[in-house]
């Protein structure tokens, strides 16, 4: 059974640059939720997404955005980037709700 | 406002001695409370979780006590390898409800010496 995949794992990016993440959950995993982890905050919730509605969103700025498509993959994008941005994106995937969580192995964003 | 708070954080561990860990949450609604292990270059892993109606849980070599008046829950890991040598992650969420989303400590680095 495959896990989550994330594409892709590393990225380094132009400040003011914009950026997309990608997602695929686990066959059948219906529910994604996307985290931001830096060494001085920790692991930070970002957004979840449920059948390609966002269900619930952490305190993110409207720079970071997120949709799901009709197969479960899901997208994050981040414009205008700032060198605060750099960090380890991580992926989440579960059948319907935190029970059950599988992260991916994270897709890793510099800003320089 | 850090509402989940992981200590020590850091821990240095002979080979098959314990490894406690401990959590603090604030927030009461909270009925779910995982722990996750993180090797360098990989997502976080469910270890083992808890809900506040049982005091303990065990699997295999870990186990986590609960104590829901204290609103603390720890982590231990019995025998430790160094394979064990990973990060931690403490928890806590409602499990269900429109808002319902991981609030993880900030994690501790544990390390097992051979």
């Known amino acids: 059974k495959a896990g989550v995949t994330q594409t892709p794992r590393y990225l380094i990016k132009t400040r003011g640059q914009q950026v997309t993440l990608s997602c695929s959950p686990i066959s059948g995993h219906r529910s994604v939720s996307w985290y931001q982890q830096t060494p001085g905050q920790g692991l930070q919730f970002l957004f979840e997404?449920?059948?390609?509605?966002?269900?619930n969103k952490g305190n993110f700025p409207g720079r970071f955005s997120g949709r799901q498509f009709s197969n479960s993959r899901s997208e994050m994008n981040v414009s205008t980037l700032e060198l605060g941005d750099s960090a380890l994106y991580l992926c989440?995937?579960?059948?319907?709700?935190?029970?059950?969580?599988?992260f991916g192995s994270g897709t890793r964003l510099t800003v320089v | 406002q850090q509402q989940v708070k992981q200590s020590p954080q850091s821990l240095i561990v002979q080979k098959g001695g314990i490894s406690i860990i401990n959590c603090a949450y604030e927030n009461t609604a909270f009925d779910y409370f995982p722990w996750y292990q993180q090797f360098p270059g990989k997502g976080p892993a469910l270890l083992i979780a808890i809900r506040p109606d049982v005091s303990e849980k065990k699997e295999g070599r870990f186990t986590i006590s609960f104590n829901k008046s204290a609103k603390q829950f720890s982590l231990h890991i019995m025998d430790s390898q160094p394979g064990d040598s990973a990060t931690y992650f403490c928890?806590?969420?409602?499990?269900?409800?429109?808002?319902?989303?991981?609030?993880f400590g900030k994690g501790i680095t544990l390390s097992v010496r051979p």
């Open positions: 997404y449920f059948s390609e509605t966002q269900r």
């Open positions: 989440a995937s579960s059948l319907a709700g935190l029970s059950g969580y599988t």
């Open positions: 928890a806590a969420s409602k499990l269900t409800g429109a808002n319902s989303k991981l609030t």
